[in-house]
């Protein structure tokens, strides 16, 4: 193969990397859309907060200790030995589902049958607190998270592919970090997981129950509040995952939050009510966006990762509003 | 405690129900009761509350006045949780079925409250959960049987022609195990082919299940065939409560439905 071949190949494999990353994000945000038709501001700093929560317990910090310090004239920061990886996850996991339990106790119960607006417009005071809440909880100094997956360049496929390309070229071999291989196949494993369960439990039925109507999901005794709780603590765990894989790449700080714009133009795509088109619309922007950089940026002075997501959107937007593979919108007139 | 009623006891009796809409009253202090193991139908033209009247028996409207006695235990107003953890179950005038799921799943929810095992087993899908989700499977296969459904079993029911979707629909509500089924124009925009069929499965439910039915239906042959008593409303008003006969024979309703002014 010649070295342009390849190099495209290895530009869509990265796309893709970055795909399932963006879907990731996407994902939480379709969770709790179906649900509870409301479109999740938050979601983004959710994962800011999760990460930061993590990297807090991780290390040992002592939450609001800046707060403490200053009250009481103390000196505390750590509680000395930071705790195991697995055991800081799973503590975590529990400070995401007291949230969604909290989310659902003081916002969400006191905001129903509010016009949609409303409750967009309490997602965002809700990412706002969050936000405040985390730098507050643990600091606001940019922060390494590191759970032990591998990362770095994978000399194993350099080599692999060096071999594919015809003799003579100076070809030196496709970049690919492990860090994003794991992280797809976390992410894959995810939603593999997510489908199995919405598909053959109780819960899960009753999450699509709800999903499709409220009020013949209420009359066979569903509980609203209670699949509430269980649509944010998913997305809370969802968000968990994705600030996992967005931290260990570029650390953990308040710029993991505008990760979640990156999932508007993919949710455009796929469709705010469609798992697979989480998954499917972040994919093509992945490759969409790399390989339009790889191939029409350097015309245009480059830097086309931008923007070109959301020209997408906007294209979308125009032709083919409800996405890929949204349920389609039909008016009654 | 709640009271486990006998045949022919008085199951469910609403006493002075008063509710309405900022200025419109939808109910005008409505007394009648329900015994168990009869077809009790709710009768009215368009607007009389009988859908709010049913609504207000399975908690999705909170009447302003008056009290609902269910199983012996007098309350203001229901909640749809509570009524339907106590075994009121009930189908709607404007199907409301999951659309995008099949008619096994639709019907599986209906067992929702059967279903008691933890979200750990389940996230696990195995151990008790799994069990579970067998035993209730099979209960849901019974009732796909008795109401002729085979053939659509794993068809998402928002493809599903009228008639068929609300039979599905009448299978959720059976599902549950219901000691009070509540069915809200189980017949609307049927052909008389479909509303035969639908007849007898009601006729069936009530007879082989012993459950208790009330009934809204237009269809007034319909409603004088299967019914045991009959209630009349009118503008939120109770006209009329008795047998089929008394009621076709009440002047009163005889004027309500063919539009005889009051004066």
């Keep these: ?333 | 405690m709640l009271e486990t009623p006998q045949q022919g006891d008085v199951i469910l009796s609403v006493e002075d129900v008063s509710l309405s809409f900022g200025g419109v009253k939808a109910l005008n202090s409505v007394t009648f009761d329900i015994r168990k193991g009869e077809i009790r139908a709710i009768i009215g033209p368009n607007g009389a509350g009988k859908s709010s009247m049913l609504n207000v028996i399975n908690g999705f409207y909170h009447p302003q006045h008056g009290t609902i006695t269910y199983k012996g235990k007098t309350r203001s107003q229901m909640r749809p949780h509570e009524a339907a953890s106590q075994g009121i179950a009930r189908t709607f005038q404007n199907i409301a079925l999951f659309k995008g799921m099949t008619t096994l799943d639709n019907i599986m929810t209906g067992r929702n409250l059967k279903m008691k095992t933890n979200m750990f087993w389940q996230a696990l899908y195995m151990g008790p959960a799994k069990r579970e989700e067998m035993q209730n499977r099979e209960a849901v296969e019974h009732i796909i049987d008795f109401l002729d459904i085979q053939a659509i079993r794993k068809k998402p029911v928002g493809k599903l022609p009228y008639g068929l979707q609300k039979r599905v629909e009448l299978g959720r509500a059976l599902a549950a195990e219901p000691d009070l089924l509540l069915l809200d124009e189980p017949m609307a925009g049927m052909n008389s082919e479909e509303k035969e069929d639908m007849s007898r499965f009601i006729i069936d439910v009530n007879t082989e299940f012993g459950t208790t039915i009330v009934l809204i239906e237009h269809d007034m042959s319909v409603v004088m065939d299967i019914s045991d008593r009959v209630v009349v409303l009118d503008y939120g008003k109770q006209l009329a409560d008795g047998l089929p006969n008394e009621i076709r024979a009440n002047q009163e309703v005889i004027d309500a439905y063919l539009g005889i002014s009051h004066d």
């Design chain 1, 1 to 333: 193969m010649s070295p342009d071949i390849l190099n495209t190949i290895e530009v869509i494999l990265n796309g893709l990397m970055t795909g399932v990353m963006y879907s990731l994000v996407a994902l939480g945000f379709v969770l709790i859309f179906k649900a509870s038709g409301i479109f999740n501001y938050a979601q983004g700093v959710f994962c800011l907060f999760a990460a930061l929560t993590l990297v807090g317990f991780q290390t040992g910090q002592i939450p609001f200790a800046h707060v403490i310090n200053v009250v009481f004239g103390s000196n505390i920061h750590h509680w000395g030995e930071g705790l195991h990886t697995v055991l800081a996850i799973i503590l975590t996991i529990a400070v995401m589902i007291g949230l969604a339990w909290l989310v659902e106790r003081y916002l969400l119960r006191h905001m129903v049958n509010q016009a949609p607006i409303i409750l967009f417009m309490a997602t965002i005071g809700l990412a706002y607190f969050m936000e405040g809440l985390g730098d507050l909880m643990w600091g606001a100094n940019i922060k390494t998270l590191n759970v032990g997956l591998p990362s770095g360049a994978s000399f194993w496929w350099e080599d692999v592919t060096r071999e594919w390309a015809e003799p003579g070229t100076r070809y030196l071999g496709m970049y690919i970090d492990v860090l994003d291989v794991w992280a797809a196949g976390i992410a894959l494993a995810l939603v593999v997981a997510l489908t199995i369960f919405s598909q053959y439990t109780k819960t899960g039925r009753a999450l699509r129950a709800v999903a499709d109507d409220h009020q013949a999901a209420l009359s066979v005794g569903i509980s609203l509040r209670g699949i509430w709780v269980i649509v944010w603590s998913i997305a809370g765990i969802v968000a968990l995952v994705a600030g996992i894989m967005w931290g260990s790449k570029s650390g953990v700080q308040f710029s993991l939050s505008l990760i979640a714009l990156k999932a508007l133009p993919v949710l455009i795509l796929g469709g705010f009510t469609s798992i697979p088109g989480a998954i499917i619309g972040g994919l093509v922007i992945g490759v969409g966006e790399k390989l339009f950089e790889f191939s029409i940026g350097p015309l245009v002075g480059g830097a086309t990762e931008n923007w070109f997501a959301y020209v997408l959107a906007l294209l979308f937007l125009m032709f083919r509003p409800q996405g890929l593979f949204g349920d389609k919108i039909i008016e009654r007139v």
